[in-house]
């Protein structure tokens, strides 16, 4: 059966912006096909180009949720639940964003509250390089999904700013979730500067593109350890105040069906709150990345 819905096995599918900022629809795809060399090159060139792409109307079981995602790369397997967690899906890379709960116990993880702005597992040594996350169960309203141009973030930086940047590094917090949840075994308090995680580039240059992008993983207890502290906070607010300008985002209002696609090293996303009466069901997997390159002045450039 042909991966292209309604369409000669001859044509690509449409590529339709969603924003000036970032994101794309690829329409006619069905996902729970095998997909030829052409429509997944078609894929990776559209993923590069805008960042985050959206495919609607999918029917998908998790295994060939998984099947789609490795042909993008090697999968990451699911990274630990909030205690408590009971996740039913009998799979290893299939991760449960859920506030259902099931025998008292929840099936999933991040409950129903606001996710602030964040990149996913930024705070291990090598961060995922993309995440798949496919639609189940959507509240009736709330619940949407924000997403933010990191490349047009440092671009838009003055240059003297660029400039002063660009070898630094930022530690980026492993003892909180970004629903500001803490991790299992670590539940005391941390200080910005006493907090463990993994140490980045604070710009990173992208491996396909050459592009340079902000790294700033989340907020809380960020820090630039190569700066007394005081300075470290007043950088990272600037940055955090400049790289989330409504300029720069394109926000997702999901429907059952819709998985997105976005690329881990320069899209940072957020989620906003919703009823907690209502349920919301999304899988998602995460397409194994590198270790983040520290910035290059040839990526400089503007053009996208």
């Not at 096909?33 to 559209?46: E, M, N, P, S």
């Not at 792409?53 to 029917?59: E, W």
């Not at 902000?214 to 470290?232: H, M, Q, T, Y």
């Not at 899988?283 to 400089?300: D, F, S, V």
Request: charged share 20%; glycine share 10%.
């Amino acid at each position: 059966m042909s991966s292209v819905k309604n369409q000669r096995a001859t044509e690509a599918p449409p590529v339709v912006p969603l924003s000036s900022a970032l994101g794309a629809d690829i329409v006619g795809l069905d996902l729970s096909q095998h997909l030829g060399d052409a429509a997944l090159q078609l894929i990776r060139d559209a993923w590069a180009r805008h960042l985050v792409l959206r495919f609607r109307g999918q029917k998908l079981t998790d295994l060939q949720l998984e099947r789609f995602s490795a042909r993008l790369g090697p999968l990451d397997r699911v990274p630990p639940y909030s205690p408590g967690v009971k996740s039913h899906v009998q799979s290893d890379y299939v991760t449960v964003i859920s506030n259902v709960m099931e025998n008292g116990s929840p099936i999933g993880d991040l409950g129903d509250g606001e996710a602030l702005w964040h990149t996913d597992m930024s705070y291990v040594e090598v961060p995922p390089a993309g995440s798949a996350l496919y639609a189940l169960e959507v509240p009736a309203s709330g619940g949407n999904t924000g997403f933010d141009n990191m490349y047009l973030a440092y671009e838009t930086l003055p240059a003297d700013v660029r400039h002063s940047i660009l070898a630094l590094q930022c530690k980026h917090d492993i003892t909180r979730n970004s629903g500001g949840g803490k991790r299992s075994g670590y539940e005391g308090e941390y200080s910005a500067r006493g907090a463990p995680g993994a140490l980045h580039p604070l710009v990173r240059t992208h491996p396909v593109t050459g592009r340079n992008a902000l790294f700033l993983g989340r907020r809380r207890n960020a820090d630039i350890p190569s700066l007394p502290e005081k300075e470290s906070e007043e950088l990272l607010d600037q940055l955090w105040a400049h790289a989330t300008s409504p300029q720069f985002t394109w926000h997702q209002q999901w429907k059952v069906g819709d998985l997105v696609l976005w690329d881990n090293r320069c899209v940072m996303h957020r989620r906003d709150a919703f009823d907690g009466k209502e349920r919301r069901i999304m899988h998602r997997t995460q397409i194994g990345g590198e270790r983040p390159i520290p910035a290059q002045p040839a990526g400089e450039s503007t053009t996208h």
